[in-house]
């Protein structure tokens, strides 16, 4: 069965610092990867995803992840957090394999960002 | 903007009423799910229904009832709800073949059970 593991329910940065948010699959084939953000009231948005290909993903708003197979890590990046990157964030797997395939949801990181 | 649309996007109904929620997309997609969240949670599958047909039931009380009337349409009927159905409810899109679980969501809608 597919897991996902986000280290730290809370991170807050200081506006213009790195942002990095960490998650960790637990797969024996490494799966599709995601992140979704959620901004307050809101639905989720895909920030980015990793299907295939190279390792490092670019995704809206000034987001990053790299795929790190050997680490079994998938984890969010920004260079400068803006206040508007203030919001929860959630990362996702899809299992390459098997029949009944869900999206497996991670449990969250609410990022806060400080002036 | 988003390509999924849900109505209504905010919901108050008493224990004995009987309302649904709709979404709807128009992206061609052939899979439609229902997840409901629970404030600071990752979103929970209700359901999925793929080709029009109901494909995956987490198990989800009666009360809640998914219909499916055509590609485009998803619709969750609501009966007899508790308290602790209050909730963000999601509605998402997907392909079917070569899906890699890219999921287009709604904004959802907020139910709140009296």
């Known amino acids: 069965a597919q897991s996902v593991t986000q280290l730290g329910s809370h991170v807050s940065v200081s506006e213009g610092a790195l942002v990095l948010l960490r998650c960790n699959y637990s797969s024996s084939v490494p799966p599709y990867l995601f992140w979704y953000v959620q901004y307050p009231n809101q639905g989720l948005q895909l920030l980015l995803k990793y299907t295939t290909g190279a390792t490092l993903v670019k995704g809206i708003n000034g987001f990053e992840a790299e795929f790190k197979k050997s680490e079994t890590s998938f984890h969010l990046t920004k260079p400068s957090a803006h206040m508007s990157d203030a919001a929860e964030y959630f990362c996702a797997v899809w299992p390459k394999i098997g029949s009944a395939r869900q999206l497996t949801f991670g449990s969250g990181t609410q990022l806060t960002v400080l002036p | 903007d988003t390509e999924v649309t849900q109505t209504p996007k905010h919901l108050v109904m008493g224990m004995t009423n009987k309302k649904s929620l709709k979404c709807e997309q128009h992206?061609?997609?052939?899979?439609m799910y229902w997840y409901k969240q629970k404030a600071k949670k990752p979103p929970e599958l209700m359901f999925v229904?793929?080709?029009?047909?109901?494909?995956i039931n987490e198990s989800v009380p009666s009360r809640f009832s998914p219909e499916c009337p055509n590609s485009s349409l998803l619709n969750l009927h609501l009966h007899a709800l508790q308290p602790e159905d209050s909730a963000l409810y999601l509605c998402a899109s997907s392909r079917v073949g070569q899906n890699t679980g890219e999921l287009f969501f709604g904004e959802g809608s907020r139910l709140t059970v009296l």
């Open positions: 229904y793929s080709y029009e047909k109901l494909s």
């Open positions: 992206m061609g997609h052939r899979a």
